[in-house]
Structures are given as structure tokens and as C-alpha cells.
């Protein structure tokens, strides 16, 4: 990877996850094991778990569009 590629990553600690998408810690991780939410890294490789900013940027911009899709006539 180019160092401007990741000099412009920024990685998010769960208290900025929460506090940019809106949903609690248990909603969150729910969602990972769900299959419908950013897995973590673990740049550490222990306990502590993080996410890239542009991933999360990207979950919310995909929650958005199907927001707006039209639903079927149920």
C-alpha cells in the first residue's frame, strides 16, 4: 500500500463507532457475527479492536441508499 493511501486511513475505537453510526456496543457486535456490520482489526493483535473509518463511512452510505430504495406493495 502507498504511504498517501494510508497516511489518510484513520482507524475508530468502538466509542467512535457508536458515536458515528448511532448504535449501541451489543448491536454492533450483533451485526458483525450477523454478517451485516465492518468486522474489526486487531492491530495489535490482541484484545484491542478497531475499524477503518472508510469502512464505516461506507456502512452508513450503504444503510442510506437501501433506506431510499422503493419497497415492494407488501
Known amino acids: 500500500m502507498h504511504k498517501e493511501a494510508i497516511k489518510d ?7 467512535g463507532v457508536i458515536s458515528k ?22 492491530p495489535t493483535g490482541g ?9 464505516i463511512d461506507r456502512w452508513i452510505a450503504d444503510q442510506v441508499a437501501a433506506s431510499r430504495e422503493p419497497q415492494g406493495n407488501s
Not at 484484545?47 to 469502512?55: I, K, N, P, T, V
Request: hydrophobic content about 30%.
Open 47 to 55: 484484545r484491542l479492536s478497531a475499524w477503518e473509518d472508510s469502512e
Open 9 to 15: 486511513q484513520k482507524l475508530l475505537r468502538l466509542a
Open 21 to 42: 453510526t448511532g448504535l449501541g456496543k451489543t448491536t454492533i457486535y450483533k451485526s458483525i457475527r450477523d454478517g451485516k456490520f465492518p468486522k474489526p482489526l486487531h
